[in-house]
T-cell receptor
Framework: NAGVTQTPKFRVLKTGQSMTLLCAQD?????MYWYRQDPGMGLRLIHY???????AKGEVPDGYNVSRLKKQNFLLGLESAAPSQTSVYFC????????????FGPGTRLTVL | DAKTTQPTSMDCAEGRAANLPCNHS???????VYWYRQIHSQGPQYIIH???NNETNEMASLIITEDRKSSTLILPHATLRDTAVYYC?????????????FGGGTRLMVKP
């Protein structure tokens, strides 16, 4: 099993450009998450999904949109990138809610100039 | 989520036990204590979790005080590869979305 994979690993954008980050998991997990991590800080939740076709806002959702058209994929979109969105983005998945642990991907390092 | 307090950094000698404390004095009855770690530039990795009993797995042991207001993560024989930021998180399994709220964590440096 590959676990949780993220595409791309690195990206540089100019202010105002758009892009989509892809997260894929092969563990048949119901729940998926997008976090961002700024330098020297802990992770903050952007959006999450508790199942195919459902999404919900996390702690810092502004400026991002998400979609969960397939159970194994969770997409994070930036419609008009801003320098404040320069960060490392981590995707995670879990079997369900409750006590289940989250499995994290390797991260995408995004720089917005 | 109840807030947690952890030391900013700690050192440990290789081969020795690393004891990482966490204070969660406002924890409520249905909240679990979780520990994750993040090795430099990698995604966080789950270590262990518990409610009130001590727990042990292949990675670590978790000791929770009887009043549940604090806990200690123990890495019995720390290696250089255990150098990482360790996050103590408390959350209820009843919360929607199974969200994790990460604080600043403890940066553990294992030294030869």
């Amino acid at each position: 099993n590959a676990g949780v994979t993220q595409t791309p690993k690195f990206r540089v954008l100019k202010t105002g450009q758009s892009m989509t980050l892809l997260c894929a998991q092969d563990m048949n997990h119901e729940y998926m998450y997008w976090y961002r991590q700024d330098p020297g800080m802990g992770l903050r939740l952007i959006h999450y999904s508790v199942g195919e076709g459902t999404t919900a806002k996390g702690e810092v959702p502004d400026g991002y949109n998400v979609s969960r058209l397939k159970k194994q994929n969770f997409l994070l979109g930036l419609e008009s990138a801003a320098p404040s969105q320069t960060s490392v983005y981590f995707c995670a998945s879990s079997y369900s809610g409750g006590k289940n642990e989250q499995f994290f991907g390797p991260g995408t390092r995004l720089t917005v100039l | 989520d109840a807030k947690t307090t952890q030391p900013t950094s700690m050192d440990c000698a290789e081969g020795r036990a690393a004891n990482l404390p966490c204070n969660h004095s406002t924890i409520s009855g249905n909240e679990y204590v979780y520990w994750y770690r993040q090795i430099h530039s990698q995604g966080p990795q789950y270590i262990i979790h518990g409610l009130k009993n001590n727990e042990t797995n292949e990675m670590a042991s978790l000791i929770i005080t009887e009043d549940r207001k604090s806990s200690t993560l123990i890495l019995p024989h720390a290696t250089l590869r255990d150098t990482a930021v360790y996050y103590c998180i408390v959350r209820s399994p009843l919360e929607a979305g199974n969200m994790l709220t990460f604080g600043g964590g403890t940066r553990l440096m294992v030294k030869p």
